[in-house]
Structure formats: structure tokens, C-alpha cells
């Protein structure tokens, strides 16, 4: 079974940054897909970042709330996954999750929270 395990949330000012970090137990990150989503208590998880590479090219998608602000990158030889997150916002406030995917196999974090204060 393989494990996901995030780490660097935290609170921060309005404006501020953070860099979330995913360490993985396998080394998984060079095939799978990964991806960063968020939750706020009473809301469904939210899709932030992600990361595919199919037939040799890498796409690299935003939600439209982020994009400009964050960045989602790996190092695949490190088992590591990585959100770097720029002029940080109160909505940006949440519980951020890692996630790695192929095919039948879905693996997520315990999620790491990060507060934005105003």
C-alpha cells in the first residue's frame, strides 16, 4: 500500500507564501498522475493543480482560482511532490490534499491545513 504523506501547511498573512510538500513511500510520482486538491469544512474537494504526462508530453492543469498564483511541480527520483503557493489569499484557506492515480489505483494523503489570515 502505498503512502502519501503531506507536509508545510501552516497559517500565513494575506499576500503571503507557502510551499505544501507530498512524500511518497514508492517511487509511483514518474507514472502516475498527481494532483493537489483542497477542502473547506461543508464543501466537496476542489481540484488545484495537477500534473499527467501521456505519451511523452507532461500537461499541467490550474484551477482557474489559482492559476498565475500557484505552482505544482515533482521530482520524480525524489518520490516528491511539491505546491508552491504565491500571494495567498483568505479563500485559499483550506485542508490540501496530495493525490496520485493510475488506473485502479487511487492514493491520497491525510492533508495538511493552511490558514490565510486577512
Known amino acids: 500500500q502505498v503512502q502519501l504523506v503531506e507536509s508545510g501547511g501552516g497559517l500565513v498573512q494575506n499576500g503571503g507564501s507557502l510551499t505544501l510538500s507530498c512524500a511518497a513511500s514508492?517511487?509511483?510520482?514518474?507514472?502516475?498522475?498527481v494532483a493537489w486538491y483542497r477542502q473547506v469544512p461543508g464543501k466537496q474537494r476542489e481540484l488545484v493543480a495537477s500534473?499527467?504526462?501521456?505519451?511523452?508530453?507532461?500537461?499541467?492543469d490550474y484551477a482557474d482560482s489559482v492559476k498565475g498564483r500557484f505552482t505544482i511541480s515533482k521530482d520524480d527520483s525524489q518520490k516528491m511532490m511539491y505546491l508552491q503557493m504565491n500571494n495567498l489569499r483568505p479563500e485559499d484557506t483550506a485542508v490540501y490534499f496530495c493525490?496520485?492515480?493510475?488506473?485502479?489505483?487511487?492514493?491520497w494523503g491525510q492533508g495538511t491545513q493552511v490558514a490565510v489570515s486577512s
Open positions: 514508492e517511487k509511483i510520482f514518474g507514472i502516475y498522475a
Open positions: 500534473i499527467a504526462d501521456i505519451m511523452g508530453g507532461r500537461r499541467t
Open positions: 493525490n496520485s492515480r493510475f488506473g485502479k489505483y487511487d492514493y
